[in-house]
């Protein structure tokens, strides 16, 4: 979905966000789209608010859905856990998130290890793995149990099973990358 839309909007800026509200928010008033000026050295080489402290601009308990696909892929597992506690903020009870991430766990561990997964994440960064040393935000993975106390803390709920993504070249998957829904 998200390589569809940046082909069909031009990329990740505010103007692809300003056509949505535009075009979308104009006929749907339920849905909201906002340009979070965010610091990201993949993004906006690091330029913006610090991705840690960024409160998202919504009053608390406003929305039934959050929909994330490729975005915490670019982030660092603290700045996921900032973002964790605020989609939980901002989601009413009984509300959904739907977001994506490259999950590390043992299945695919050993497939990074053996260079059988799509993404190759070589560089070891404690916490977390990216396939580029300089720029790690280019794309993250993360453990799966570290991301699963990160919901947990958040007061979210992964509504199991985890789907896990072909990236990492398991034979049944859902998507490319993993997919966690969570309720509150």
């Given at each position: 979905?998200?390589?569809?839309?940046?082909?069909?909007?031009?990329?990740?800026?505010?103007?692809?966000?300003?056509?949505?509200?535009?075009?979308?928010?104009?006929?749907?008033?339920?849905?909201?789209?906002i340009?979070?000026?965010?610091?990201?050295?993949?993004?906006?080489?690091?330029?913006?608010?610090?991705?840690e402290?960024?409160?998202?601009?919504?009053?608390?308990?406003?929305?039934?859905?959050?929909?994330?696909?490729?975005?915490?892929?670019?982030?660092?597992?603290e700045?996921?856990r900032?973002?964790?506690?605020?989609?939980?903020?901002?989601?009413?009870?009984?509300?959904?998130?739907?977001?994506?991430?490259?999950?590390?766990?043992d299945?695919?561990?050993?497939?990074?290890?053996?260079?059988?997964?799509?993404?190759?994440?070589?560089?070891?960064?404690?916490?977390?793995?990216?396939?580029?040393?300089r720029?790690?935000?280019?794309?993250?993975?993360?453990?799966?149990?570290?991301i699963?106390?990160?919901?947990?803390?958040?007061?979210l709920?992964?509504?199991?099973?985890?789907?896990?993504?072909?990236w990492?070249?398991?034979?049944?998957?859902?998507?490319?990358?993993?997919?966690?829904?969570?309720?509150?």
């Amino acid at each position: 979905m998200e390589k569809w839309l940046v082909r069909f909007m031009g990329g990740r800026s505010k103007d692809a966000v300003d056509w949505c509200t535009n075009e979308i928010s104009t006929r749907y008033s339920t849905f909201n789209f906002i340009h979070a000026n965010v610091a990201n050295k993949y993004a906006n080489d690091a330029q913006g608010d610090d991705a840690e402290s960024y409160k998202l601009p919504f009053p608390d308990d406003t929305y039934d859905l959050v929909f994330l696909t490729s975005v915490f892929s670019h982030m660092r597992p603290e700045q996921i856990r900032a973002y964790l506690h605020e989609i939980s903020r901002v989601m009413k009870i009984g509300g959904s998130c739907y977001a994506t991430y490259y999950l590390i766990d043992d299945f695919a561990r050993e497939q990074i290890a053996n260079n059988k997964a799509a993404q190759r994440f070589k560089h070891d960064f404690g916490n977390f793995l990216s396939t580029h040393k300089r720029v790690p935000e280019q794309t993250i993975a993360v453990r799966e149990q570290l991301i699963r106390s990160y919901y947990q803390e958040s007061g979210l709920s992964i509504q199991e099973p985890i789907l896990f993504g072909s990236w990492a070249n398991r034979p049944i998957h859902y998507h490319y990358q993993d997919v966690i829904v969570a309720t509150k």
